[in-house]
């Protein structure tokens, strides 16, 4: 049996450290919401509620807030996890625990609470608990950054480019990963600086001797026998496998197992986006794009009066794009090139020091603030703020004979910005990968999913503003 690595102490120090916070912090927001509730009653006239009643709430609380917290994945290693993703995971939580106390509260007549008391107890605990789960997540990452708790990672996969894989475990120090080297059938050699330490043949060997704490797999479909004897092999050493689905593993889909006749079989879930969670969706966008427009129609103003001075030509630029069930429409954008830049070139993706771009136009297009036009798209009903990126006719006659599955973006709405876009898949990049964030987002939505994307698309956009005008 294979001993707890340092990574797999320190990971279990930061989980005890989660629920240490939150079972603090749990307690702190029925106290805090007791104190304010009541401060002001000082007279002795006033009689005020047993505090033991409260901190019998706080406990209950803090119970049901780590429960669901846990049942959430809240408690498993999540160092890829945005502060989005923590603050959304917290506020879920509580939600759900408050409700079931205001609940139980109602149906408990030995003592009345005080609704306003609950009232402040979802704000403060909603604070409390998002805090306190950041600052543990921050000094985690703090320790991460100066080397401690490290994963050991390998590699393992066949005649595929690992180079995007590698990013994801070498880009960012206070993930914790530490990407040891790679494993391959046929030695083609070193993945830029990743040296290529052996086949497949080989793994046990190298994980024994390179002290592996996770490994990452990615098996085109020709090998994908090798995958029970990975994972078998895994489980045998107590270290963690992921697995980097391709296309064919893609096919399947989320599912579930349903028996028919007493025999088992597999069900392909259907769209998530479709009856009452699309209008939910559609709501949002509504919602969300009238006030745009509104708080933003200064900024377009402004923008097609420099437009207007930059180059001649009209202030926008209409361009056809697929959207759901392969409908064509004229999505918006501001005009970044130069008037009918393609009459004699035709279609093809913009490059670096691009001679159509204006000077403007490079601007707007290096902030990603040319798109924001298709706020009256999303108004019209076209697309949605969030969702795969239209593509033009040519582009998806093209993709739709060379990559599997390449259709199934079209099932529902195009987005403004999309789970591809905010990982850094823009423009001119693999459209297989791409493809695979989309169809991740499509058999995965929510609600909340939506959000998170909104809220880093808003952030990418800031800070790419702030890059630009730092370079100027």
Same mark, same amino acid.
């Given at each position: ?52 009643? $409260? %901190? ?11 429960? @669901? ?5 809240? $408690?498993? #290693?999540?160092?890829? /996890?945005?502060?989005?993703? %923590? ?22 007549? +030995?003592?009345? $609470? ?10 403060? &605990? ?35 480019? @690992? ?12 993930? &914790? $990963? ?43 479909? &020709?090998?994908? +026998? ?19 689905? +391709? ?15 007493? =025999? ?24 969300? =794009?009238?006030?745009?427009?509104? /708080?933003?129609? #200064? ?12 180059? #001649? ?63 009256i798209n999303v108004l019209k009903g076209e697309m949605s703020l969030v969702g795969p990126r239209p593509e033009r006719p040519f582009y998806v006659e093209k993709f739709e004979k060379g990559i599997p599955r390449y259709m199934e973006r079209h099932k529902v709405k195009s987005g403004m910005s999309g789970w591809a876009q905010v990982n850094g898949l823009r423009g001119d990049t693999s459209i297989s990968e791409r493809l695979q964030y989309d169809l991740y987002y499509i058999e995965n939505w929510s609600i909340w999913f939506d959000l998170k994307i909104v809220i880093l698309t808003i952030f990418d956009i800031l800070a790419t503003v702030k890059n630009v005008a730092l370079k100027k």
């Open positions: 049996m294979r001993k707890s690595s340092p990574a797999n102490i320190f990971q279990g120090t930061m989980l005890a450290l989660r629920a240490v916070s939150d079972a603090v912090c749990s307690v702190a927001t029925f106290i805090f919401a007791y104190e304010i509730r009541f401060a002001a009653i000082t007279s002795k006239e006033a009689e005020l509620p047993p505090q033991e009643n $409260y %901190i019998a709430l706080a406990i209950l609380f803090t119970v049901l807030n780590i429960y @669901f917290m846990a049942l959430s994945g809240m $408690y498993r #290693p999540m160092r890829g /996890a945005s502060r989005i993703d %923590i603050v959304f995971g917290a506020v879920r939580a509580s939600s759900i625990s408050l409700v079931i106390l205001l609940a139980l509260s109602f149906f408990y007549r +030995d003592f009345s $609470y005080s609704r306003l008391t609950m009232a402040y107890a979802a704000i403060i &605990g909603y604070i409390l608990l998002s805090s306190g789960r950041i600052v543990v997540v921050s000094f985690e990452r703090a320790l991460l950054r100066c080397g401690n708790g490290q994963k050991r990672v390998l590699l393992i996969g066949t005649g595929r480019s @690992f180079e995007r894989i590698a990013e994801k475990f070498t880009g960012r120090a206070d993930l &914790g $990963y530490k990407l040891i080297g790679y494993v391959e059938e046929e030695k083609s050699g070193a993945l830029g600086s990743v040296p290529l330490l052996g086949s497949l043949d080989e793994m046990e060997e190298i994980i024994v001797t390179h002290g592996i704490d996770m490994v990452v797999v990615s098996l085109e479909s &020709g090998y994908h +026998d090798r995958m029970k004897d990975i994972v078998d092999l895994c489980d045998k050493r107590a270290i963690e496998c992921l697995i980097d689905p +391709d296309m064919v593993e893609l096919l399947v889909g989320p599912r579930f197992f349903e028996e028919v006749c007493g =025999s088992p079989l597999i069900r392909v879930k259907g769209l998530r986006i479709r009856g009452f969670n699309a209008a939910v969706k559609r709501a949002m966008d509504i919602a969300i =794009s009238i006030p745009a427009l509104i /708080a933003l129609s #200064p900024f377009f103003f402004l923008v097609a009066v420099l437009i207007r001075m930059d180059s #001649p030509g009209p202030i926008f630029y209409m361009q056809k794009r697929v959207g759901m069930d392969g409908r064509v429409f004229w999505m918006f954008k501001f005009r970044t090139m130069k008037a009918d830049a393609e009459a004699e070139s035709g279609p093809g993706w913009s490059k670096e020091e691009d001679p159509r771009v204006t000077r403007l136009g490079n601007m707007l297009r290096k902030s990603s603030l040319d798109e924001v036009p298709q706020l």
